[in-house]
């Protein structure tokens, strides 16, 4: 698999784990797949049932950007997944709005963040969910 595409994929698997919500099965596309897109590797994400979701990363954008979207994209696959399960489909857990929406993956100041969409609070950066109680922190510019 595509190094930077692995590399973001490992990161986000911790905070999969952590919050104990389905984990994909990641299964390489292969490079003959995704040739003609060559600036855009991709991975399948697959759940117990079979159904599958391509993951990307753009490999001219920076590290914190494919980690920004391939933590997106995982998002949507952890949603569909609690969906298909019935189980409630907030993940990340917002601490401060838990019954009303999940975390964003945001980049703020160079580093990958969830962030509460409603507030614009950083809760935690990407893959580190859970570790440090008190994270949080103000956010400053960002996308
Ligand atoms: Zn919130």
Request: glycine share 12%; hydrophobic share 20%.
């Given at each position: 698999m595509n190094a930077d595409l692995a590399r973001a994929l490992q990161v986000v698997e911790h905070d999969l784990r952590i919050a104990g919500v389905p984990l994909p099965e990641v299964r390489d596309v292969p490079e003959q797949e995704w040739r003609h897109h060559a600036h855009q590797p991709c991975a399948m994400l697959l759940a117990v049932d079979g159904s599958g979701q391509r993951v990307s990363c753009l490999v001219d954008d920076a590290p914190v950007e494919q980690l920004r979207s391939v933590a997106d994209q995982v998002q949507e696959w952890v949603h569909e997944e609690l969906c298909r399960l019935e189980r409630s489909v907030a993940w990340p857990r917002c601490p401060t709005h838990p019954l009303t929406h999940p975390l964003s993956a945001v980049v703020i100041d160079e580093a990958a963040w969830w962030v509460?969409?409603?507030?614009?609070?950083?809760?935690?950066p990407i893959g580190q969910l859970g570790v440090t109680a008190r994270s949080s922190r103000p956010t400053r510019g960002g996308r």
């Open positions: 509460c969409p409603l507030d614009r609070r950083g809760v935690s």
